[in-house]
């Protein structure tokens, strides 16, 4: 099998999905999110998406970032599945074998429509953006500098493409200004 991308086989995907307490289910029906899953992933995974209300959020972020307000979207990236120094960093797509990826994602859903409300954008595409940010952060990409950060909105751009959903940055990069440069072309 020729060793670029498009010609990769399809990553095998284990998705679970829960909800937490005040959350009466998934906002957008299961296989809606794994269409979304499956568009950011380079590589076999088992995520969970897990759905909560703002009271597990805030825990959460409280818990684990030392911040104490419910956040959109916490990504717990477990790391490679497999054998003990398989490379991993930003943007590195794994090797054929490589090992499973193994996340939790959790989505404050009435941070969520807040934010969608505010921002003027349907709850779904918001939510689509925040489901393939996670994805994303899974998988070692990163925002902590200025290059990584739009390195990574290039990607998720592109990929919300796919689904018809537009720039969810547009509106901070401000009129007139271009979109990020794209280091990495679209996965499909």
Known sequence: MPANAASRARPALSLSVQTGEGVSGAPVPAPRLRRWVRAALAGDARITLRFVGPGEGRSLNREFR???????????????SGPAGAPRGPGRAPAAGAPSRSADIVICV????????????????????LVIHGVLHAQG????DEIEAQAMQALE?????RFRIGDPYARTRGPGVAPPARNRPARR
């Open 66 to 80: 030392g911040r104490d307000y419910a956040t959109n979207v916490l990504t717990f990236d477990y790391g490679e």
């Open 110 to 129: 009435p941070v969520v429509e807040r934010e969608a409300r505010r921002q003027r954008k349907r709850v779904d595409h918001h939510l689509a953006h």
């Open 141 to 144: 990409f990163g925002h902590d």
């Open 157 to 161: 751009t592109a990929l919300l493409r």
